[in-house]
């Protein structure tokens, strides 16, 4: 007899906390009121996929006011920038790589039980959750947030495979990109 042969679809994506939660989401940055629905629909739409909510690292290693409650008077991406600095402190990064480390291992659980991981997606721009761009250095830069590049570097060490998604907002692009991988496509690199 097989497992989970039942009533579920045996495919789930995980998707950046904030994108379901906008509440979490550091002072002066949320653009919507609780989450983002056009994504959610575009999730909803692909038909039978679960959603694991990841956890927002910044809130749970910094705090919700990212440890500066005058960090939204500061450009974003400089905020950032000293929100990715804090973030490398020993504890705070102890703690995201044990919060990567959960997150790796709930995919490791989904694969190495014949699910179909469609993908992570994560944000934009953040230093924590960035896939194609992060902030470093007062700008927006190429390259990842430092919670996305742990758990990429975890499953990448184990030979997994799970294709990255970075959203900004609901941008018509970025929402196609999801619906995409929602249909079991890779994102283009
Ligand atoms: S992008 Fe990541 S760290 Fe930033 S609010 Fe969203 S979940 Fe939290």
Redesign the pocket.
Known sequence: MYMYEDGRSRRVIFL????LNQN???DG?AVAPALLEEALEAIRRAGDVGIVQ??????LCLGLDRGDPLGAERPVTEENTRIRAALGAEGPRQRLEELAEQVACQIRQYQDSGFQVLGIV??NR?????VDTTSDGGREVAGQ?L?VGRIAALLAKEGRSVPLLGLRGEEETALAALAALCRGERPRP
């Open positions: 950046a906390h904030c994108a979490a989401i550091s940055t990841m956890p927002c690292p910044e809130l994560g944000m953040s230093p924590s959750c960035g947030g919670f």
